[in-house]
Nanobody, 120 residues
């Protein structure tokens, strides 16, 4: 199972970016998906999560600015980020709870991370 992120980059404060993550491999099913971020010298934190049924959860710091969505048919998850602030600068990681076809158990899988830099 592999998770590949795309869409990071450099943007000015107030701007927007859209992150995407595609899950591929020997996939049986995918439960929750989400985005985490880690800024220098800080712990990794949850940004947003979405269940298979579409229920969402956001960190207080991004509510009303970020929107998470997923396409179950394509095994993808997206993060639309608007009104970006310098404090949003971090490496953003995609996460998914995946049950491989050969397994009866779900495990957490991570992408390699994509850098988001917001300049003031």
């Amino acid at each position: 199972v592999q998770l590949v992120e795309s869409g990071g980059g450099l943007v000015r404060a107030g701007g927007s970016l859209r992150l995407s993550c595609a899950v591929s491999g020997n996939i049986g099913s995918i439960n929750a998906m989400g985005w985490y971020r880690q800024a220098p010298s800080k712990q990794r934190e949850l940004v947003a999560a979405i269940t298979r049924g579409g229920s969402t959860n956001y960190a207080d710091s991004v509510k009303s600015r970020f929107t998470i969505s997923r396409d179950n048919a394509k095994n993808t998850v997206h993060l639309e980020m608007n009104s970006l602030k310098p404090e949003d600068t971090a490496v953003y990681y995609c996460n998914a709870d995946v049950r491989p076809r050969y397994s009866g158990y779900y495990s957490a899988y991570w992408g390699q991370g994509t850098q988001v830099t917001v300049s003031s």
